[in-house]
């Protein structure tokens, strides 16, 4: 029979500070091809992961079925009084679903070849609001402002 080897294990014992201050949150995005770093810190962070949520289309996710966004199953459909409810209460499901957030305003605005989202959220822990603009166009696809 063949022997092991016994080997232990250190921890790390580094008395650095593995997060650089002022940075809450961090993460990764590949989404532009400019940045000299895919790190993303903070509410940058926040805001791509809402992005990522919105594009993806509810029930694509493998395993998760009730993740991602309604929007694109209803870009197409008239913009009736069920289906503006439909998309808000979308909106609200997406955002919330974000713990770092909290929703102030939401408008719905329909546009010529799509639906364009005004979102206005408070990022908790930074006491900061930003206003969001995102337009989901049946022909470009998701973008911002």
Known sequence: MGQYKQISIKGNTSTTDPQP???????????NENSKSFALYDMELVKQDILNHFNIRKG?????ANFGSIIWDLIHEPLT????EAIFNDVES???ADPRV?????????REYGIQIALEIEFKGFGQVEKMIYTFDKENGLTTV
């Open 60 to 64: 694509e996710k493998i395993y998760n």
């Open 102 to 110: 909290n929703i102030v305003t939401i408008d719905l605005i329909e």
């Open 21 to 31: 201050r002022g940075q809450v949150y961090r993460g990764v995005s590949t989404i």
């Open 81 to 84: 009084e069920s289906t503006r």
């Open 94 to 96: 997406v955002v919330s």
